[in-house]
């Protein structure tokens, strides 16, 4: 099962992706999205968890002005894309 790091702040989205049956990893700090298929963060402060300077095979996802439902289907179709 694919790993997808939510950033602290966005506990609704770890909620909807939990109950999609995702496993999550709450990103507190740069280090915990080692081991991570896929990150979602708000984007208020993108740098906040030095992201961007952290290697991780998957996609980062920005979910400022998405719903949690919205954020599930991208996560879902991007994880997908991984896989074919």
């Known amino acids: 099962m694919p790993k997808i ?4 702040s966005l506990t609704n989205v770890a909620d909807a992706l939990k109950r999609k049956g995702h496993e999550i990893i ?4 740069e280090s915990d999205v080692k ?3 896929c990150c979602v963060i708000s984007g208020l402060d993108t740098n ?5 300077e952290t290697s991780i095979d ?6 400022s002005g998405l719903s949690a439902d919205d954020v599930c289907l991208i996560v879902e179709s991007r994880l997908q894309q991984l896989q074919h």
């Open 5 to 8: 790091g939510v950033e602290e």
């Open 26 to 29: 709450v990103l507190k700090q």
């Open 35 to 37: 081991g991570c298929d």
């Open 48 to 52: 906040m968890l030095g992201i961007h």
């Open 58 to 63: 998957g996609p980062i996802i920005e979910a």
